[in-house]
């Protein structure tokens, strides 16, 4: 695949997901995707995320494929960044964890993701949507 303008590198792509700390995992969950917004830990190239409020079955978080994604992007010139990281889940059976919030609810709903992509791109306005936007103005709220 042709590397584009807009791509970014392997290196650049853990440099940014270092910079940020919440993101988004992507995973089935009873034969169903789910998308589900997370903390997470980077240390390297170990990613660990944490799901312990969504109290996620087990299965859906041991040996799983599994996509996360996290990005930064400027509400004002809607560009920024985004990262995405494929790979698999594994719970980490030997962690210890002590808080005083509850979370997570279990072990289980810690998980590592072990990964076997990263790829990322730098996002600009879409000329598109631009074009919308100025024709139409924003949509009025609900």
Same mark, same amino acid.
């Given at each position: 695949? +042709? /590397? &584009?303008?807009?791509?970014?590198? *392997?290196?650049?792509?853990?440099?940014?997901?270092?910079? $940020?700390?919440?993101?988004?995992? $992507?995973?089935?969950?009873?034969?169903?995707?789910?998308?589900?917004? +997370?903390?997470?830990?980077?240390?390297? /190239?170990?990613?660990?995320?944490? @799901?312990? &409020? &969504?109290? @996620?079955? *087990?299965?859906?978080?041991? *040996? #799983?494929?599994?996509?996360? +994604?996290?990005?930064?992007?400027?509400?004002? #010139?809607?560009?920024?960044?985004?990262?995405?990281?494929?790979? /698999?889940?594994?719970?980490?059976?030997?962690?210890?964890?002590? #808080?005083?919030?509850?979370?997570?609810?279990?072990? +289980?709903?810690?998980?590592?993701?072990?990964?076997?992509? =990263?790829?990322?791109?730098?996002? /600009?306005?879409?000329?598109? =949507?631009? #074009?919308? @936007?100025?024709?139409?103005?924003?949509?009025?709220?609900?």
């Amino acid at each position: 695949m +042709a /590397r &584009h303008d807009d791509a970014l590198s *392997e290196q650049e792509c853990w440099e940014l997901l270092a910079a $940020a700390s919440v993101g988004r995992l $992507a995973l089935s969950v009873r034969a169903l995707p789910v998308i589900l917004p +997370a903390q997470y830990y980077l240390d390297g /190239r170990r990613l660990v995320v944490c @799901l312990g &409020h &969504h109290g @996620l079955p *087990e299965r859906a978080l041991d *040996e #799983t494929v599994v996509a996360f +994604a996290a990005d930064s992007i400027d509400p004002v #010139t809607r560009s920024g960044w985004l990262v995405q990281v494929q790979g /698999r889940s594994v719970i980490s059976r030997g962690l210890r964890i002590d #808080t005083d919030c509850d979370w997570p609810a279990s072990r +289980a709903q810690v998980v590592q993701i072990e990964p076997g992509r =990263i790829s990322g791109q730098r996002m /600009r306005p879409c000329p598109f =949507i631009e #074009t919308l @936007l100025a024709t139409s103005g924003p949509s009025p709220p609900t």
